[in-house]
């Protein structure tokens, strides 16, 4: 059974910095993509980054340059360190793992699927 639990989330000011975790557990091979999705209040859910088991990455346009996914293969931790934070940056950030492609998990449209497991999410608030 596939464990996701995020943690990092909170309130930071325009042009501050976060860095989410997400403890992994349960996946098996299969599950070899893991990403990071965002949703807002009255907007859909969109991937953010994702990232293969080689390391291979991928962003939305809207976070290229600002953000950044990564993970600990030795922990099973998943991280999305963020930087230049905007406003309308603020939702609820989840993590997930899902089946190949990798790069669909960042395609405008794809909220996720059967294949993908989340965690419960934790809340990022970007404002003045």
């Known amino acids: 059974q596939v464990q996701l639990v995020e943690s990092g989330g909170g309130s930071v000011q325009p042009g501050g910095s976060l860095r989410l975790s997400c403890a992994a557990s349960?996946?098996?091979?299969?599950?070899?993509?893991m990403g990071w999705f965002r949703q807002a209040p009255g907007k859909e859910r969109e991937g953010v980054a994702s990232?293969?088991?080689?390391?291979?990455?991928t962003y939305t346009d809207s976070v290229k340059g600002r953000f950044t996914i990564s993970k600990d293969n030795s922990k099973n931790i998943l991280y999305l360190e963020m930087n230049s934070l905007k406003p309308e940056d603020t939702a609820m950030y989840y993590c997930?793992?899902?089946?190949?492609?990798?790069?669909?998990?960042?395609?405008?449209?794809?909220?996720?699927?059967?294949?993908?497991?989340w965690g419960q999410g934790t809340q990022v608030t970007v404002s003045s």
């Open positions: 990232i293969n088991r080689d390391g291979s990455t």
């Open positions: 997930a793992v899902d089946i190949p492609p990798c790069d669909r998990l960042i395609k405008p449209g794809y909220g996720g699927s059967w294949s993908t497991d």
């Open positions: 349960g996946y098996t091979a299969r599950n070899s993509c």
